[in-house]
């Protein structure tokens, strides 16, 4: 499925001459009829312990890198979720929510979660307060993981052998005790994969590929489209001789051993790994769908953070600006793009801070706005949405 991994974008926006006035002026150039390009929705965040400019240009690095952790974390579970699902889409995106709303109806409808990340602390404490939360889901996730992957190869490593043709499935569900000579001191029986092309020429050759074979003692107990399955009768001390022989005629004499106990215990092997890796598989998913939960909305409280530490960054203090959710229309994200850098290119350099713009100035900071596909004039961040 083919996806942009960045559909909504947050934007900050200094908040003058209020903060309702941006949104408006934000709405009335991306969101109206004469200019339809994109959904504008505030991103209303609560008044945060700022501390020093200092202290927050350290944080803004940190913030970055916890971010992109977050959001990698987040992705991951969403893959594995995914794969659970064996690339169902449609399962796949009805698993994926946060605190039973879609990603899309989350992002739209954000609220600090200030019971769990209380705004009484510190961009750092809250910063160190996701980070860990999130490394704690990301260890978890990794055990459990890898503990599925590990019993789901250790079955299918026994499936494997109930499938394929009959020169190398096993013949434990195959073979009778009636096919095979047991408990003799001389004679034993051998399992022969004869491809079908060559049927007619083991029936006319096998009592003489070496001595000490028991003529007519041959009999097909089993046929796939590749191979038929034969029994042979021969004495005990050609077996190597026999094999060798068959192998130069492109049959392969299989290894087969009549152990009753040892059967039973692979069924109920089978059996057991079987209930084992379902109850395993249903326990994941509900923990991929939990998880997820958890660490998408511990990558957004993040891009939160990052959105108020670049503001007071970039617009100074005390803090005023308007944080806000805009998801572009289909194939308007760099016409997007292009009116926000349009909105408010006096904000990108020469002319930012002055009451009155100068227009030369303010149109060649615009040309090299417009020319950088990745420089904003506002603080702006991508968003993951994983589905979008």
């Known amino acids: 499925m083919s996806r942009s991994p960045h559909p909504y974008v947050f934007i900050s926006a ?191 050759s096998y009592e003489t590929l070496t001595a000490m074979v028991v003529p007519r003692s041959t009999q097909k107990i089993a046929e796939d489209d590749e191979f038929a399955l034969f029994t042979v009768t021969v004495f005990q001390r050609v077996i190597d001789e026999f094999t060798n022989k068959a192998r130069e005629h492109r049959y392969s004499v299989r290894e087969f051993k009549w152990d009753q106990q040892a059967m039973a215990a692979e069924r109920k092997q089978l059996a057991e790994l079987g209930a084992t890796e379902r109850e395993q598989w249903s326990s994941l998913l509900r923990l991929c769908k939990t998880n997820f939960s958890d660490a998408y909305a511990c990558y957004i409280h993040l891009t939160a953070l990052r959105l108020v530490v670049e503001s007071v960054l970039r617009y100074g203090l005390p803090p005023n600006f308007q944080p806000m959710l805009i998801k572009p229309k289909a194939k308007q994200e760099r016409k997007t793009r292009d009116v926000l850098n349009r909105m408010f290119a006096k904000l990108g350099g020469a002319a930012a801070g002055k009451d009155t713009a100068d227009d030369h100035a303010i149109e060649e900071n615009l040309a090299l706005l417009l020319g950088d596909k990745e420089y904003s004039p506002v603080v702006l961040f991508g968003v993951n949405a994983i589905t979008a």
Do not use: C
Request: proline share 3%; glycine share 4%; net charge negative.
């Open 14 to 204: 200094p908040g003058e001459p209020t903060k309702q006035d941006v949104i408006n002026r934000v709405k009335e150039n991306l969101a109206s009829r004469s200019s339809d390009y994109a959904e504008v929705f505030p991103f209303n965040l609560p008044d945060f312990k700022v501390g020093t400019l200092d202290s927050l240009v350290v944080l803004s690095d940190d913030l970055a890198k916890a971010d992109t952790v977050a959001e990698g974390v987040a992705s991951k579970i969403a893959d594995n979720m995914r794969q659970l699902l064996n690339n169902d889409m449609g399962q796949w995106m009805s698993n994926l929510s946060i605190n039973e709303k879609s990603i899309d109806a989350y992002l739209k409808t954000f609220q600090w979660n200030n019971m769990k990340y209380r705004t009484d602390k510190s961009l750092r404490e809250l910063t160190d307060m996701l980070l860990q939360e999130v490394t704690q889901i990301d260890t978890l996730m990794k055990n459990k993981m890898q503990a599925y992957t590990a019993l789901k190869g250790q079955l299918q490593g026994i499936q494997r052998k109930q499938t394929g043709n009959l020169a190398v499935r096993s013949l434990n569900d195959i073979v009778k005790k009636e096919h095979l000579v047991l408990d003799s001191e001389y004679l034993t029986t051998l399992i022969v994969a004869v491809p079908k092309s060559s049927i007619n020429e083991w029936i006319n």
